[in-house]
């Protein structure tokens, strides 16, 4: 009947107290489990992303790249978040993870026997992609189920600095292993990470008896996934604040797509092509994210965790306009390291608002439907300033959507909804 497709939330203390009992072990190793699965996984990224930036040095090659690796969650995210609130999300994680990890070995095995076309690289990227979009909304909903709600902004904080550790490593470790080692050595290590990884989450993470969260708006039936994702999208609807915190998230990340995605062009055409250079923008932005991480874990951020995002979000437009100006490389790696900081005070409250502020059985479908837009937006803006970039100076560019990201912070800050969305 109609009147069942109603949404009711489900208050977020009728969930399982027992299950922030131990919550600090269960999140530790939670958290230990993904780092080192991601270590892995980054590894493989920087290799591939290296590979056709020097094989190619071409906007168009960057852009297929970007699409190849971001657009597939766009299509998986939407099923990704029901998914999440239908069943076990440690599983879906593990999953996920597996499925990743053995196309990964079968790409290292042809590479091994000299298959070594870069179109395997992108089929690759999409298959981590489709990963990655199961994965995504599946983590964000598992965090507040084994941790307090009062305690998830800094989780998401040492969460976030673990990411930037992985991200400050892997670099390094990539240029060092390639540099006396092929590609399929560094698919391997991914591999061995991703089992170890896997184990770690499967056997000591425990979740609520009730790990999926489900109401009677879940179906059973055929239709069920399509009736689900309509109950998402109701929600979202219903809750203005939601809707609105999306579309900022999806110009924001229409105009963060050269910064993202462009800055080893940028450098290896201003700067040069030595893999040592490329190595040390990804060095100096993940330490500046480590740093970040820690102190927004330490602090906790504004009271309001709107003006968070809306100061991080000045601060980034500046960051992405001066990227555009430096001439000197050693400037351009301060200013990527102070971006790095930055960069926790803009993820790290979005995330907070979304698990706080929505109810727990809806939680994965709000995620899902913020991953699609999140990777629709970014290879969109790729589609426009990838090729755009070999026309037009980089340099241009950086700086034209830097203002636009700076205007858009002084927009958030004075959206009267969002900010009584970020309040305690």
């Not at 907070?352 to 479908?365: A, D, H, L, M, N």
């Not at 970014?378 to 100076?393: I, K, R």
């Amino acid at each position: 009947k109609e009147s069942s497709a109603e949404i009711k939330p489900l208050s977020s203390e009728s969930l399982n107290e027992k299950s922030f009992t131990h919550w600090k072990k269960n999140a530790a190793f939670f958290l230990s489990g993904q780092g080192l699965s991601m270590l892995g996984s980054m590894l493989v990224q920087y290799a591939i992303m290296w590979h056709v930036t020097l094989s190619t040095q071409s906007g168009s090659a960057m852009t297929l790249f970007a699409v190849a690796a971001v657009l597939p969650m766009f299509f998986i995210s939407p099923f990704g978040g029901v998914w999440a609130d239908r069943y076990n999300k440690k599983y879906l994680i593990n999953i996920s993870d597996t499925v990743i990890a053995v196309v990964t070995l079968i790409m290292a095995i042809m590479f091994f026997f000299g298959i070594n076309h870069i179109g395997l690289l992108f089929i690759c990227s999409v298959v981590r992609g489709l990963g990655q979009g199961v994965q995504t909304p599946a983590v964000n909903a598992l965090l507040p189920q084994i941790v307090p709600n009062d305690k998830l902004t800094r989780i998401n904080g040492i969460n976030g600095s673990i990411q930037s550790l992985c991200m400050l490593a892997a670099p390094m470790l990539s240029g060092v292993i390639l540099t006396f080692a092929a590609i399929e050595v560094v698919m391997m290590i991914d591999v061995f990470t991703a089992v170890i990884g896997i184990s770690v989450v499967f056997f000591f993470v425990k979740t609520p008896p009730k790990a999926a969260v489900t109401t009677h708006t879940i179906g059973a039936d055929k239709n069920g996934y399509f009736r689900d994702m309509k109950q998402g999208l109701l929600y979202i609807k219903k809750h203005k604040f939601i809707t609105e915190f999306m579309i900022f998230a999806a110009a924001i990340n229409m105009m963060a797509a050269p910064a993202s995605m462009l800055t080893p062009l940028q450098t290896t055409r201003n700067f040069g092509g030595d893999e040592w250079r490329l190595a040390a923008i990804e060095i100096a932005f993940s330490a500046g994210m480590i740093l970040g991480g820690v102190i927004i874990s330490a602090w906790g951020g504004f009271k309001n965790r709107t003006l968070s995002l809306a100061v991080a979000i000045v601060c980034l437009g500046a960051e992405t306009i001066f990227f555009g100006l430096l001439g000197n490389f050693w400037l351009y790696i301060a200013c990527m390291a102070v971006t790095g900081v930055t960069m926790p005070f803009f993820t790290t409250p979005m995330m907070s608002i979304f698990q706080t502020k929505v109810e727990p059985e809806y939680t994965g479908r709000v995620f899902g439907v913020f991953s699609m837009i999140s990777s629709l937006m970014m290879p969109l803006g790729m589609v426009v300033f990838g090729p755009l970039g070999d026309v037009v100076s980089l340099n241009y560019i950086f700086m034209g959507t830097g203002a636009m990201i700076l205007l858009l912070g002084f927009v958030l800050g004075g959206n009267k909804t969002l900010m009584q969305a970020g309040k305690p």
